[in-house]
C-alpha cells in the first residue's frame, strides 16, 4: 500500500505549460504531481498564452514571480541557465503544440509529461522516441486512469489464467456533454473539434485511446490484427472529426473487441466501463464505481471484488492508496501515474536501467501506440469504414 512515503531520494524540480486558471485538465497534474509532497516540486510554470493571467495564476500557485514565464521558450531558455533548473515539465495544453513543445525541451535536456494523444502521427512520435534515447530522457503520458488499483487486480488475473482464453474484449467511453451545437463553446471545445489543432479526431483521441491503452495494461499478449471504425459527426460543424465512432477489433489468438465512444450520448455523465471475457470467467469495471470489480466465474455464483482487501493479488495492493474503507478515486489513480512517471525519471538519471526495464510507467511508447491505433481508425473510417490490417 502507498502512504505518501518517498519513493525516490528527492523531489523533482517540476514545471507546468500550460493548465492555467482557464484550462480543464492543469489541476488534474498538479493534483497528481503533488499528492505525496515527495516525487514533485512545482517551481516554475508558463501557465497561460495570456502572460499577465499565467503569472497571477502561478503566484496564487506560490511559485516564485521570477519563474513564472510569458511562454514555454522563455521557460526552457532561462531554466536551462539555473543551477537549480527544472528538471521535468508537463505538457497540458492542445494537441497541435505537444510535439514542437516535447521536442524543445527534449534538446535542452528537460524530461517530459505529456497530454494525450501524444502527437498527430507515428512519425513524429518516432522522432521524439529517437530524441528521447539519445538525450537520455523520460516522456511519460499521462493515461491518468490506469492507475486505478483494480485495473491492475484485472491484469493480474488475466495473468494467471483466471479468466481462460480471452474471448471478448467489450469498452465504452461516453458522455453527453457536447449533444447541442457549438454555438456558445468554449475555447477548450473549439480547438477540440478544428482538425488543425486536433488532429485527425476528435473522440478517439480525446477519450477512445484511455479505452485502448488500458485494454493493453490488462491484456498486454493481445494485439490488434485488423480493426474497422465507423465514425460520426452529429453536430456538423464538428465535421470531419467525430463526436461519435464504434471501433471493431480482431486480435492476434481469435479474439473480437468492440468499443464505443462519444460524446453525445445525451444524459450520461460520463463513465468508461471494461467487460474482459475469457474461456472460464469474465471480469467487468467501471470508473463510475472504481472500488469494484466484477468476478463472474462460469457455474459459480457472482463475486464484487473490492479494492484494498487481502484477497486481491499484490499488483493491486501494491498501488492501492486509501484502503478498503475509503473509495479510490481518479485523484488517486493520476497520482499514481505521475509517481510511476518520477520514479522511471529517478531511475533514468541514475543510470539503472535494470529497474526501468521491469517498471511500468506510461512512456513514449504508449503515446506511440495509441497514436497508431488512431492512424488505424481514420484509416479505416475514411476508406468507408472498412477493414484494414493493423498497421
Known sequence: MLNGEKCIERPLRWGMIGG???????????????????????VCGAFDLDAERGKAFGKNLSVDEDRLYADYLTLIAEESQRADGVEVVSIATPNFTHFDITKACL????????????????????????????????????????????????????KRGLLGDIRIVDMQYTHGFNSDDDRHAGEAMKWRTNPATAGPTFVLGDIGTHLYYLSEVVLPELTIDKLLCDRKA????????????????????????????????????????????????SIEWSDTHPDQLIYEVQGQPNQILHHGMPYLEDEALAVDRMGALHTEGLGDSWANIYLWIAQAIDAKQRGDEGFLNSHHYPGIEAGTDGVRWLENCVRSADNGSAWVNFE
Not at 492555467?20 to 512545482?42: E, F, I, M, S
Not at 471493431?248 to 445525451?266: D, E, P
Open 107 to 158: 534538446e535542452a535536456g528537460i524530461h517530459v509529461i505529456c497530454e494525450k494523444p501524444l502527437f498527430f502521427t507515428v512519425a513524429e512520435c518516432d522522432v521524439i522516441a529517437k530524441l528521447a534515447s539519445d538525450k537520455g530522457l523520460i516522456v511519460g503520458v499521462t493515461y491518468g486512469f490506469t492507475g486505478h488499483p483494480l485495473v491492475h487486480q484485472m491484469a493480474a488475473m488475466v
Open 234 to 281: 452529429f453536430i456538423p460543424s464538428r465535421a470531419p472529426l467525430e463526436d461519435h465512432a464504434t471501433v471493431l477489433m480482431h486480435y492476434n489468438n481469435g479474439a473480437r473487441g468492440r468499443l464505443w465512444v462519444s460524446s453525445v450520448n445525451a444524459g450520461n455523465m460520463g463513465s468508461q466501463r471494461y467487460r474482459f471475457v475469457g474461456s472460464k470467467a
Open 20 to 42: 492555467g486558471r482557464t484550462g480543464q485538465v492543469g489541476y488534474k497534474h498538479r493534483t497528481a504531481a503533488l499528492r505525496d509532497n515527495t516525487a514533485y516540486q512545482l
